[in-house]
């Protein structure tokens, strides 16, 4: 670009030193959450291998990763959030695909939802190792994934396809409440620690209360080995409160207390909210 032989750089700069980083963003600094935040919205996100902090999505994006992506969720709330807690406007058509999402006792969930989300696709991912229990309620549970709405304004349209979670405290897939056309398909989940509620050990696949238009299909539930009498099994593959659904071409194996756990909410002796699972 003169004389002297310079070129320019990505910046346009003649003889400048910006370079392109493995994200493709110029003067980038091979940050995920710089690169989210440089993709246009609606666009895609290929992650090279890496180990990553955790992120928050805001915008529409496909962002998968394309060799061996960690995302070390340690000493943090959550790996991946989609989603603003603080707001109210929506997020939309998201997808994280093939990650490694890590976390440890400081770390209550894998991927949370929160409620202002539709057409969410979590899929070909492996979670582990979430320990902390809720710290928004009373709850004892961690989740590898979490999805929550509320009276008002729900999740809609989640898929959770292909994961593998494990190693988690209490609940593989957690639906807190008030979620709609969620579908859980071809998930493995096993190696749940129970936690203590209210003095019992529990343990959950998944989980979900006033969940309506839920699919549980072709996920593999595994408790504890048949030949360990010390072990605690898990204490039901999907367990629902109030929740619309169907869970069809599911496997279990090893010791499972329930396949299916249906819960009501009564009034004076009377149901004033039921639960309608297809299995």
Do not use: R
Not at 9 to 15: K, L, R, S
């Amino acid at each position: 670009c003169d004389c002297d032989g310079n070129v320019e750089d990505c910046a346009g700069v003649c003889g400048g030193d910006a370079e392109v980083d493995s994200f493709g963003v110029c003067n980038g600094t091979n940050d995920l959450q710089a690169a989210i935040d440089a993709t246009p919205d609606g666009g895609g996100l290929n992650v090279p291998s890496g180990t990553y902090s955790p992120v928050v999505i805001l915008k529409s994006i496909e962002m998968k990763c394309t060799g061996e992506c960690l995302i070390d969720a340690s000493g943090s709330l959550t790996g991946v959030t989609i989603g603003d807690a603080a707001s109210s406007f929506p997020v939309n058509e998201v997808t994280v695909d093939g990650f490694n999402i890590k976390g440890d006792a400081g770390t209550n969930s894998g991927v949370m939802v929160l409620p202002w989300t539709n057409t969410i696709y979590i899929m070909n991912n492996n979670i582990s190792g979430m320990a902390l229990a809720n710290p928004g309620n009373d709850s004892p549970l961690s989740y590898g994934i979490l999805v929550f709405g509320g009276s008002n304004i729900q999740p809609n349209g989640v898929g959770i396809y292909n994961n593998g979670i494990n190693n988690v405290h209490g609940s593989g897939i957690s639906l807190g409440s008030n979620t709609l056309n969620t579908t859980i398909e071809g998930n493995t989940i096993d190696s749940i620690i129970p936690v203590d509620l209210n003095g019992v050990p529990f343990s959950v696949g998944v989980q979900a209360q006033a969940a309506i238009g839920l699919t549980v299909k072709g996920n593999t539930f595994t408790g504890s080995d048949p030949t360990d009498f010390t072990a605690t099994p898990l204490g039901a593959a999907v367990n629902v409160i109030t929740s619309q659904g169907t869970m069809t071409a599911n496997s279990f194996n090893g010791v499972i207390g329930s396949y299916l756990s249906v819960s009501d909410i009564y009034a004076g002796g009377f149901p004033v909210a039921t639960s309608n699972m297809s299995f």
